[in-house]
């Protein structure tokens, strides 16, 4: 069988990627406003993604691909060209260091932490390892790594025939993508759970604003004493009625189980 050139050109062009970019930010925006849904409970539709939220998302995406791109270039840049392992290690170095920035940024290791760390584990090991024992009759470390991706050309798997049919580059993008939706959801539910200051309305009953869409406030009754969320929501219209917010540092809050 011969082996699948990766890089032949896709049907998945760079240039259908960047039309696609605008319903990315929207999923990326969804997603963050999603991980909130998660957080607060509040009914899903309820959500509201506008422009402005689509366009700092998709800001955010397109920095990200370019800090992605530098990373990988600077990893490069450092080590011989010419050595068979000098890709593999700088994308191993790349994932490492965006790995490594998740973690400063999130603030803790949590469970998502563990997953995205697992993950990442298990694709070094994937990488790096598996020519150690799959290659054994082969002499040194390099030459192991080399018949590896050979054996991995002639035996392509379901991802690599992905990448075949829609390119490398293409594919790495909606690789981060993903990755990048997963984390989107993730930032809006930490930092649902983890916010501090609240707009609170004047009661009785009291109420707390969880989320602005637009001119909708998302309410929720405030149990103050125990800094718990009831069930109990209430949309807000700011143009039908004149509508006083109190800033206070009463979180972080939970919602009653």
Known sequence: MRPLPLRTRGWLTEGIVLAAIPVMAYVLAFGFEYGYYIAYRFPQELISVDLNRVFVAGVIF???VLFVVILATVALAL???DHPLARAVAQALTF?????????????FDIFGKILGL????????????????QRDVVGYVHKYQHQEEAKQLHP?????????????PATILAYFCIAVILSVTLGWYLATEQVYYFVVAGPPEQVVLRIYGDSLILAQLDRPTQQILRQYTVLRRTTATVTLREERIGPLTVEP
Do not use: N, Q
């Open 62 to 64: 397109l920095a990200g």
């Open 79 to 81: 080590l011989p060209s």
């Open 96 to 108: 490492v260091l965006l790995y490594l920035v998740f973690l400063t940024y999130e603030g803790r």
């Open 119 to 134: 993950a990442l584990v298990a694709h070094l090991l994937y990488k790096f390892a598996v020519p150690l024992v799959t």
């Open 157 to 169: 798997t379901l991802l690599r025939a992905m990448l075949h049919a829609i390119g490398p580059l």
